[in-house]
């Protein structure tokens, strides 16, 4: 049997694959090739829904039995953006001093070229494994996440796999490998927030109602006083306004709408029906407020986005211990348990199995020239082949 593909070949393989969300048919060709080879069973179930394009994935198993740990990921990719400004051709897997170039180097070919050569080594040299290891992996993490993973794992289920535990090959690592693991994620909520006025000529406001005073009152009830201080393992919940939009071209015309749009990561002291309710009655108590030049009571209403994902925290201390033991012997760094950054698949693995994260180092994805050093790549993968050591070890 050749020799399993290093980490470093199957990423600039995976790069080279323009895998722009939700097209993943190509990079799942690459890992299907290698996943066989090595006596993986593969199979690429496509999910749909209504208002949403077909998504396919990629569920691929080998072993029996328990534990049962999965490796979770995707192939799917931002826009490179403007191709002239990238140092090197984005999908070129251009190898620059030790580093490779282009889009999904680090978010996350990354961590899923490193979790799948570990996986080949370990199988390959391991003798016979004594439980089921996986993969998880979808070309829908960068977009709606509709058709992903969250139907994935309920598929998998349905046809009766019970997952342990889970790893997320995510660029988690903050300034070095493995400086930092992180153990959960803040929740996310999302929302529109409209103010309906009366449109009219702006040299005679007494004629109109001008909607903007009311939405600068309303933003300003939401922002002024912090949700909470933070909890032991989470910071502040945060509320961050990131669009106010009229869309009026006229400077005679006061408008009849106006609309603003924030995201808020929230931590562990809220639930996403707990922190709905608390904008909703900061929005009501600063509406019923008439507030300074005001001459109706302020319209409003509040349409939440579909995407919403609870706050969790894994408190599985021998999974976290198995990965926390890995990463200090090959790198030499003992991590920190971290739960900072958006949103990743964990939010959905978790409903199913204790899941941690960890990968290589993300200070450029999603950028202009994302890149990894090839090294970095390597000793990734060298962890997660100690961490799938550990793991069926202690069981």
Request: proline share 7%.
């Amino acid at each position: 049997m050749p020799a399993p593909p290093t980490a470093s070949d199957l990423l600039a393989e995976l790069v080279k694959v323009p895998s722009v969300t939700p097209d993943g048919a190509a990079a799942f060709d690459i890992l299907e090739r290698v996943l066989l080879a090595a006596g993986f069973a593969v199979e690429r179930p496509v999910f749909e829904g209504s208002g949403s394009e077909p998504v396919e994935n990629l569920f691929a198993a080998i072993g029996s039995g328990e534990p049962h740990l999965t490796l979770a990921g995707h192939v799917d990719v931002v826009p490179p953006g403007p191709e002239a400004s990238w140092r090197h051709p984005p999908f070129s897997a251009t190898v620059d001093n030790g580093v490779l170039y282009g889009r999904g180097a680090v978010d996350m070919k990354g961590g899923l070229a490193a979790m799948v050569a570990a996986a080949l080594r370990f199988v390959a040299h391991g003798g016979e494994l004594q439980g089921r290891l996986s993969f998880l992996i979808t070309a829908d993490e960068e977009g709606t996440a509709v058709n992903g993973t969250a139907k994935l794992l309920r598929w998998a289920t349905e046809r009766g796999e019970r997952f342990a535990a889970a790893i997320v090959g995510e660029p988690t690592s903050a300034e070095m490998l493995g400086d930092q693991i992180k153990i959960g994620r803040r929740g996310s909520f999302s929302a529109t927030l409209v103010v309906e006025g009366r449109q009219g000529h702006s040299a005679y406001p007494e004629k109109a109602d001008n909607p903007i005073r009311g939405l600068t009152q309303l933003l300003h009830a939401l922002q002024s006083e912090p949700l909470d201080e933070g909890t032991e393992h989470f910071g502040p919940t945060s509320l961050e306004v990131v669009s106010v939009d009229v869309g009026n071209p006229a400077w005679n015309v006061i408008p009849a709408r106006a609309e603003a749009r924030f995201s808020s990561r929230f931590n562990d002291l809220w639930t996403h029906a707990t922190l709905k309710e608390e904008i909703e009655r900061r929005l009501a108590a600063a509406a019923a407020d008439s507030g300074v030049g005001a001459r109706t009571p302020i319209n409003w209403s509040l349409a939440e986005e579909p995407a919403v994902s609870e706050v969790f925290l894994t408190r599985d201390d021998a999974l976290i211990g198995v990965a926390a033991a890995a990463i200090q012997d090959i790198t030499g760094r003992k991590p920190t348990l971290s739960t900072s950054g958006g949103t990743s698949d964990a939010r959905f693995i978790k409903d199913y199995c204790p899941v941690i994260e960890f990968g290589p180092v993300g200070t450029t994805m999603h950028q202009i020239d994302e890149r990894v050093p090839l090294a970095e790549i390597e000793e990734a993968s060298r962890v997660y082949e100690a961490i799938l050591q550990g793991f069926f070890a202690r069981r």
